[in-house]
């Protein structure tokens, strides 16, 4: 313990979650704890708790990182792109693309954690999801009071798909681009034929 590096930058909180992010890519969520990281960036494991009230508090400030990368590539890759459809696509293979590349960072950007982070997710992968659903709204393709659903269910259906194909079921789905742009395709194709049902069924009403 007498040659620990000490740090007088004021910078171990980030020195912990580089390192906790830097295993969570290449291990998972399994040596995510205090001691563990402590002894990574040489410090005692008192002194982690001058940034982290609780080993839990850091386990979710990792997870938070992990999201927060997810949301970068989800940003990165709806940049250059101007067409609904083709921003939602987008954003659905990037985050399947996330999955399949960084599975490391995938199972813990989901990890369960006893206790939530410090802040917001910035930049927050639901909410950049869900501003790829708000382009469908604002284009009239759903009504305003579908958004919220809609959202659930691309996020529930890119989510399993991404879960299902990253994990090691002999029976998991292909990971070609044809599967995913097809799972892409029938996803937009059921969210615009339900928001025309919808909106069909309230012009009935209405009269």
Request: proline share 3%; charged share 25%.
């Amino acid at each position: 313990m007498g040659n620990m590096k000490k740090y007088h930058h004021g910078n171990l909180e980030e020195a912990l979650l580089t390192a906790g992010l830097q295993e969570a890519k290449a291990r998972g969520p399994r040596n995510l704890g205090v001691n563990f990281l402590a002894k990574a960036v040489k410090v005692s494991p008192t002194a982690v708790y001058r940034h982290f009230l609780s080993g839990e508090s850091l386990r979710a400030s990792i997870s938070q990182q992990a999201r927060e990368e997810l949301a970068r590539q989800m940003l990165k890759a709806i940049a250059t792109q101007t067409d609904v459809k083709n921003r939602f696509r987008a954003v659905g293979r990037a985050y399947i693309n996330f999955a399949l590349n960084e599975p490391g960072l995938f199972a813990v950007a989901f990890v369960a954690c006893e206790e939530g982070p410090q802040r917001e997710d910035s930049p927050s992968a639901w909410m950049v999801l869900q501003d790829s659903i708000l382009d469908i709204c604002n284009a009239k393709l759903i009504e305003a009071s579908e958004v919220q659903q809609v959202a659930s269910f691309a996020w529930a259906t890119v989510h399993g798909f991404a879960t299902l194909a990253g994990g090691s079921d002999p029976r998991r789905p292909k990971t070609n681009e044809k599967t995913i742009s097809d799972l892409l395709d029938r996803t937009w194709s059921g969210i615009i034929q339900l928001g025309s049902k919808n909106s069909a069924k309230d012009k009935l009403g209405a009269n």
